[in-house]
């Protein structure tokens, strides 16, 4: 019999392949198996897809914190003993990082490579097989991999590109353009071949809509990832998803970040999403992440929170009380069960406080542990007795080809036209229309900050619309351009002499 094996060696420091099932596709998953009959039936097949699907739950770990915590939209304050963490939070906010450190961009490296890898093995595992409906599947994992390759190039710039057929040893490190060029290669050639359905089946799982979506946010960044804009593809792949009739804006915002946002009808907005099980498929522990010490008991937390992630004031106030997304913050006096405000003993002043969240943080350096907006946009889990929640992470939502739309709509000069997308998101968050005068680029960069806070895309936009470096805010001034990359980590280029350093970093 033969027997398929796959061996990577990609010259990337810890590299691992995961084979873990995402929680909708539960499954045995197989190390060895012949390469002509496996897979052979639909367990079989979920086993492969199931794996690549997993690798994406470490998106909101390290990529997550790259991609909001160097922005005006989350900052996490030294409190204390709590939140130091090697100096890696106040290097962020201040974009002071080097190719050393924070070390979270060395694992942001390297969970988006493990995904590829993980691709790549099913993908050939897939090919080798006798499975009459195998191109469907592969058109899949070559979405999955195009959505970690479109991470790459925004992160990093230059990198690698692997695929199934990529030999063994240290990879060549490719121009940024040419990445771009192969990510829109693979979306073009997978897409048509993918299923072409939102439904409990394919929820969490890359439908032909979910390639249109990623593939229009790729021509979104066009002029960033390749130096010449792509406002008419990008409009024209929004297109595609709206004209499908297969997808609509729920009518509560904050539905699509509940804890059953698998089950409540949110599925008709949540385009893709990465799924996640408390007990099965975990990672989700914003709740943790947010949340002050003294609220263990309110939420009936078994874990107490660790007081860390919250919001600048600036960007706290860019919402109007009429806003219904303002309900994603946790502000202001915090009551128990008896209905008075909780208390605790800050170990920064050694006072007794009120757990009070306010705009206001005094320093980056040493915070009062009340200080700081908080965020619930993910329903937090009441009586939850692990660490982990069951809110799904969605990636691509209709609110996000609707906004896409109508700023590339604008970048075109088709103001006017643009109205009747982005009217649609504000009007669900019950706030005025905005006009044809309203639509500058600063409005709609706010709009897109009151829209997906909190969901790992803020310092795509923000460098998309020259904010990122060019803009300062507090514990931020203005910073060279050169951040506009993150550093390639030190590690992978002693144990790959083909990767070159990104201009400016030693």
């Known amino acids: 019999m033969k027997t398929l094996k796959i061996l990577y060696g990609l010259g990337l420091t810890g590299l691992m392949v995961f084979n873990q099932s995402c929680t909708n596709l539960d499954s045995t998953v197989y190390d060895q198996a012949d390469a002509g009959t496996f897979p052979a039936t639909e367990s079989d097949l979920n086993s492969v897809i199931g794996s690549s699907y997993g690798t994406l739950r470490s998106f909101v770990d390290d990529p997550f914190v790259l991609q909001e915590t160097t922005t005006d939209e989350v900052v996490v304050p030294t409190r204390g003993p709590d939140w130091y963490d090697d100096g890696r939070w106040q290097q962020l906010a201040k974009h002071q990082f080097t190719p050393l450190i924070p070390t979270n961009i060395n694992g942001a490296w390297e969970a988006f490579y493990r995904s590829i890898a993980n691709v790549n093995i099913n993908v050939a595992t897939l090919k080798a097989s006798s499975l009459a409906s195998k191109q469907t599947t592969i058109a899949e994992l070559r979405a999955i991999r195009a959505l970690n390759y479109y991470y790459l190039v925004d992160l990093f710039g230059n990198v690698p590109i692997l695929t199934e057929d990529s030999p063994a040893g240290n990879p060549v490190q490719s121009p940024r353009v040419d990445v771009y060029n192969f990510i829109v290669k693979e979306l073009k050639e997978a897409i048509p071949q993918m299923r072409n359905e939102s439904s409990i089946t394919m929820y969490g799982r890359m439908s032909r809509g979910a390639g249109h979506a990623l593939l229009a946010h790729v021509y979104l ?12 593809e990008a409009s024209a792949e929004c297109d595609s998803v709206i004209n499908s009739k297969l997808y609509s ?45 003294a609220l263990q008991q309110k939420y009936g937390l078994a874990n107490s929170p660790w007081n860390g992630y919250c919001t600048y004031a600036d960007f706290y106030s860019t919402f109007s009380d009429q806003d219904a997304r303002k309900k994603m913050w946790l502000a202001g006096p915090q009551t128990g069960s008896d209905g008075k405000v909780i208390q605790y003993d800050d170990r920064v002043d050694g006072l ?93 960069l706010k709009e897109y900050g009151r829209e997906f806070a909190f969901e790992g895309r803020r310092r795509t936009d923000l460098i998309r619309f020259k904010s990122f470096t060019q803009k300062a805010w507090q514990f931020k001034p203005v910073t060279d351009s050169k951040y506009n990359l993150m550093p390639i980590p030190s590690v992978q280029i002693s144990s790959n002499p083909n990767l070159k350093q990104n201009p400016g970093y030693n």
Request: glycine content about 4%; aromatic content about 12%; hydrophobic content about 40%.
């Open 221 to 232: 960044n066009a002029e960033v990832f390749m130096g010449t804009p792509r406002w008419t």
């Open 352 to 444: 007794r406080h009120d757990v009070n969240f306010t705009p206001e943080i005094s320093a980056l350096e040493r915070a009062l542990a009340y200080q700081g907006v908080r965020f619930q946009k993910f329903e937090i889990q009441t009586g939850n007795l692990v660490t982990s929640q069951d809110n799904d992470f969605p990636i691509f939502r209709y609110s996000s080809v609707l906004m896409a739309k109508a700023e590339a709509l604008v970048r075109l000069g088709k103001a006017a036209e643009a109205l009747s997308y982005i009217n649609q998101v504000r009007k669900r968050a019950g706030v005025s229309d905005f006009t044809t005068a309203d639509l500058t680029l600063d409005n709609l």
């Open 249 to 293: 804006l729920s009518s509560n915002f904050l539905d699509n970040f509940a804890v059953n946002n698998d089950k409540n009808g949110s599925m008709r907005e949540n385009i893709f999403v990465i799924p996640y099980d408390k007990t099965f498929a975990t990672g989700n522990t914003f709740q943790l992440r947010t949340l002050h010490y």
